[in-house]
């Protein structure tokens, strides 16, 4: 049974505009929620988190926003710039407890 | 410092080579992770080291052995391994405690069981 979801494999934008990447969970309990990004052969980068108390935060280019009625997550990068082209994966915590990944989604930012 | 380190970074073992994976970090974390990763997936958790004593074992093998021999220091501990244990092993470290939630992540070991 999948914890934590990202339904959309993959997604290609033009440079300049904005990337939406979305994340849905099933357990209520998660308290933390964060969201990494990978570039083939290295390992994840931390990007930015949001705990369950704040429903945005923001970090520069990058918003991440809960919607916890819904279960939702969703990572905006504006501008998006082709170096943003990686595998990005949420992840979510429970009371500082191990990370659950969801399955990830290839952005690709066409110049 | 953010930088957590991994060697080797490619290995290519027998399967009934004995071999061994080194993690460091110099952050002061006092949790340590190993995960593996097959290609196109999410990591998956393997191990969790708490204040060097193994907290969390996710059921795996025991060909699989894992090892910290201090606060700064993760080993993993390969012998008789599969050719279906091919995967990126990844090594990560964060604080303990509540609202420690970031793990920070090495660049993995490249691992191919011939």
């Known amino acids: 049974d999948q914890q934590v979801k990202q339904n959309s494999p993959s997604l290609s934008v033009q440079e300049g505009r904005i990337s939406i990447l979305n994340c849905d969970y099933t357990?209520?309990?998660?308290?933390?929620f964060l969201w990494y990004k990978k570039y083939p052969a290295e390992g994840p980068t931390f990007l930015i988190s949001i705990s369950s108390i704040k429903d945005k935060n923001e970090d520069g280019r990058f918003t991440v926003f809960l919607n916890k009625s819904a279960k939702h997550l969703s990572l905006h990068i504006v501008p998006s710039q082709p170096g943003d082209s990686a595998v990005y994966f949420c992840?979510?915590?429970?009371?500082?407890?191990?990370?659950?990944f969801g399955s990830g989604t290839q952005l690709t930012v066409l110049p | 410092d953010t930088e957590v380190t991994q060697t080797p970074k490619h290995l290519v073992m027998g399967m009934t080579n004995k071999k061994s994976l080194k993690c460091e970090q110099h952050m002061g974390h006092r949790a340590m992770y190993w995960y593996k990763q097959k290609a196109k997936k999410p990591p998956e958790l393997m191990f969790v080291?708490?204040?060097?004593?193994?907290?969390i074992n996710e059921s795996v093998p025991s060909r699989f052995s894992p090892e910290c021999p201090n606060s700064s220091l993760l080993n993993l501990h390969l012998h008789a391994l599969q050719p279906e244990d091919s995967a990126l092993y990844l090594c990560a470290s964060s604080h303990l405690g509540m609202g420690a939630h970031e793990q920070y992540f090495g660049p993995g070991t490249r691992l191919t069981v011939t």
């Open positions: 080291y708490s204040y060097e004593k193994l907290s």
């Open positions: 992840a979510v915590s429970r009371a500082a407890r191990q990370l659950t």
């Open positions: 357990n209520s309990m998660f308290d933390y």
